[in-house]
Every structure is written in structure tokens, then in C-alpha cells.
């Protein structure tokens, strides 16, 4: 057992340092066995996604081994691929949710920024009641949403109500407020100075965000940008509820609409359907995390 001598004008004493070391390593082995559990817990399902798509309806059905591939095939790739069924939920999605995270951005960042730096009567409460709208679950919303969207059809002529591009108008009630309220929280940790010299010099309020307020809040943006675009890409209730045609399905109803028939489930392409869907989001975040990361590391001052 190692010891260090100490002598700050008392008598001399011993420091052991064999038991911290014993409880750094038990630590560090208690560390990568709950590390090692959380892989499993949250890798086993898609793993068992990417067995079952890789085999034949056969091999499925057969049940002879549902962790293993004896035959493995890409035909319910190919078949999805192909298809411009898929392919048309694919476009819908796409389209939908770049719209809305557009919208969401243009709505949540001066909200944010007015909520935030221009202090008036009722912003603390104004900035609260904006997180507590969006507590409220979709599955409440929905109802009162439908009706007025079917209130405005029947007064404007206007077809809303079976129509893709319906869901413009009701995911930003689910990503706006989050968004807003995550952003609220960057624009109040930027320093007072910056904006009060920007002033000084002459800069408007807007010039004041796009110039300084943007580019610090960058990793803000990055994560409302990833959690409004997840949103508009995974919701299913809304689409489901508002959507009924084939061909103005989103795709996470449109898989389970067209591949679950009646008592019989395709797994082979519900499960291919199901990788292939969540491969967007998952090159978003393998693109933005280190930014969004590296973002949190630096300063507000930093530049």
C-alpha cells in the first residue's frame, strides 16, 4: 500500500492511498456494468429489427429462431424501396417536417428573445405559460383541434381536413413551445453587456439578435432544431387522426396503415419500414450532436 509523508509543521503522518484506489476501480467497474446493461436494454430492440427485416415471410412465420437469420434477404428492402407508396409517405414526412421546423424557428427565436431580453409586465408569467402548453398531451388536443380546423373548412370552402399539409398548421402547437421555452433559457445565460453595447453602438433590437444573439445561442437553436424536427418526424396521433388517404399518409401512419392488414402483420417490412424511418433522425443527430456538444463547452463570451 502506497503512503505520502505530510509535514505542515506538526508531527508527520502517513496518507494511504490503496483505498481510494480500490474505490475508483470499483467505480469504474460498476460503471461499465450499468453501462453495459443500458446497451442491452436500449440496443436490443433494434437489433431484433434489423434480424427480422433481413429475412422472408417464410423464415418469420417458421419461428424456428427469432435471433438468428438462416436466410438472409434484402427483398423487403428492395419491395419498400420500390415502392411508390413508401415512397410517397416518405415525401410527405420529409416535407412536412422541414416546413414545420422552419415555421418553428421563425416563431420560437423572436418569442424567445422578446420573452427573455425585453423585460415587460407578465414576461416571467407569459414565458411559464408557454412551457405549461406544451405539458398538455396531444391526446386532449386533438379533439378540439379537429373541430376547429373543421369549423374553418366549413366557413372558408377551404379543404383542410385529409390533406398533408394540414399538419403545418398543428405540429408547431406541439414543437413552438418547447422550443421557445428551451431557447428562453440560452438567450437569459448570454451576459447583459453584450446586448447593452450593441444598443450603445446603435444596433435595433434586431440586429441585436440575428448579429449576436443567433450566432452565441447557436447551441440552443441546434437543439430545438433537433427536438422540432424528431417531433414532426415521429408524431402519429395527429396524422392519424387528420389524415385518411393513402396518399396523404406520413409515414409512420402509413406503415402501419397499408403493412398491418386485418389480422395479418408483414413484420419483414413493418420492421424494415420502421429502420428505414428512423434513419433521418439518426443522421441528424450523428451530424449536429458534436456541435450541439462542443457548443455547450464554450463560453457566451467566446468568439
Not at 398538455?136 to 373543421?150: E, N, T, W, Y
Not at 406503415?255 to 433522425?281: C, E, H, R, S
Request: overall charge positive; charged content about 10%.
Amino acid at each position: 500500500m502506497s503512503t505520502l509523508a505530510i509535514d505542515k509543521g506538526g508531527p508527520r503522518r502517513k496518507v494511504k492511498y490503496g483505498s481510494m484506489s480500490r474505490d475508483r476501480a470499483w467505480a469504474l467497474r460498476w460503471s461499465y456494468f450499468f453501462l453495459v446493461l443500458f446497451a442491452i436494454f436500449f440496443l436490443t430492440p433494434p437489433l431484433y429489427m434489423v434480424i427480422t427485416s433481413l429475412k422472408s415471410s417464410a423464415e418469420i412465420s417458421a419461428a424456428t429462431n427469432p435471433w438468428w437469420v438462416f436466410h438472409p434477404t434484402l427483398a423487403n428492402y428492395v419491395e419498400l424501396l420500390t415502392s411508390n407508396q413508401f415512397l410517397r409517405f416518405f415525401w410527405n414526412s420529409s416535407i412536412v417536417s422541414l416546413v414545420v421546423v422552419v415555421v418553428t424557428m421563425l416563431i420560437s427565436i423572436p418569442a424567445a428573445f422578446a420573452l427573455a431580453r425585453m423585460k415587460f409586465w407578465g414576461s416571467t408569467t407569459l414565458a411559464t405559460g408557454v412551457f405549461l402548453t406544451y405539458l398538455v398531451p396531444d391526446s386532449l388536443l386533438f379533439i378540439p383541434l379537429f373541430k376547429m380546423l373543421a369549423l374553418v373548412q366549413d366557413i372558408t370552402g377551404i379543404t383542410l381536413l385529409n390533406r398533408w399539409y394540414v399538419l403545418l398548421f398543428i405540429y408547431p402547437t406541439l414543437t413552438v413551445p418547447f422550443c421557445t421555452w428551451i431557447m428562453i433559457g440560452y438567450f437569459a445565460s448570454i451576459p447583459k453587456e453584450l446586448d447593452e453595447a450593441a444598443i450603445i453602438d446603435g444596433a435595433s433590437w434586431l440586429q441585436t439578435l440575428t448579429r449576436i444573439f443567433i450566432p452565441v445561442a447557436l447551441p440552443g437553436l441546434i437543439a430545438a432544431t433537433i427536438f422540432a424536427f424528431t417531433v414532426s418526424w415521429a408524431q402519429f396521433l395527429y396524422p392519424l387522426v387528420f389524415t385518411t388517404s393513402i396518399d396523404q399518409l406520413v409515414l409512420p401512419v402509413g406503415i402501419t396503415t397499408t403493412l398491418i392488414k386485418g389480422d395479418v402483420f408483414n413484420w419483414g417490412q413493418i420492421m424494415t419500414g420502421a429502420l428505414l424511418g428512423a434513419a433521418p433522425p439518426l443522421i441528424i443527430y450523428a451530424f449536429l450532436m458534436d456541435y450541439y456538444i462542443a457548443g455547450l463547452t464554450a463560453g457566451a463570451t467566446k468568439g
